[in-house]
């Protein structure tokens, strides 16, 4: 981990309960989670209370001085728009959320913002840009390159020096061959074996890897 000061979740949903347990398995103190769904207001995660909303002032003045932040929301949107925030109100990025039980090379460069879960492994000179959220037991063999706001799901293997612009989106479980290309906002359906390069925005899916017809 980055920091040893206490850290503000933005967001208490999903990936926010995952990011709870990323904090705890690194003994990293959490002061409370903020969500702009009220009806979660003042209830509990673990031992740990939702405060308010994500742009609550009275939380949001702590940030760079008491405290760090983390923003938990898996919607490239709304990610974006809190991370724009964080930088505009605080001059502060997110740090890093990641797992105790992930395997990092010392070789590999990782941005700001990024969520590593557990059993995650990142090989040696992988790059990865920041807001990137790599789900539980994902690989990232050597000399990958990963843009800002990729998702990759749970348990996907993505071969040596493939490259994933910038908000590409990974399902669970999908296979990626070395040397391949993933255009800027591309999806990739579950279970998908990705043979060749996938053009910007473009949704494929399938073994071998097709786009979807509209």
Not at 33 to 56: A, N, R, S
Not at 95 to 121: D, E, K, P, Q, R
Not at 194 to 207: L, M, W
């Amino acid at each position: 981990m980055e920091s040893l000061n206490p850290v503000i979740i933005f967001g208490a949903k999903g990936i926010g309960k995952a990011a709870f347990d990323i904090f705890k398995s690194n003994e990293v103190v959490i002061y409370g989670f903020l969500d702009d769904d009220k009806t979660l207001h003042q209830t509990e995660i673990g031992d740990v209370t939702i405060l308010g909303k994500t742009d609550d002032e009275a939380f949001l003045k702590l940030i760079g001085k008491k405290c760090d932040a983390f923003v938990a929301i898996d919607n490239n949107k709304e990610r974006e728009s809190i991370v724009n925030m964080l930088l505009e109100k605080r001059k502060v990025m997110p740090i890093n959320a990641i797992h105790s039980s992930s395997i990092i090379s010392s070789t590999a460069v990782l941005g700001h913002g990024n969520y590593i879960g557990a059993a995650v492994v990142i090989n040696s000179f992988a790059e990865l840009g920041s807001h990137c959220i790599l789900n539980a037991q994902c690989l990232l063999d050597h000399e990958v390159v990963l843009g800002d706001f990729v998702q990759i799901g749970a348990g996907s293997v993505v071969g040596a020096g493939a490259v994933l612009e910038q908000s590409v989106f990974v399902g669970a479980g999908v296979t990626i061959i070395p040397g391949v290309t993933i255009g800027k906002g591309a999806r990739i359906g579950a279970g998908s074996v990705v043979i060749s390069d996938v053009k910007a925005g473009k949704t494929v899916f399938g073994n071998p890897a097709k786009e979807l017809e509209k």
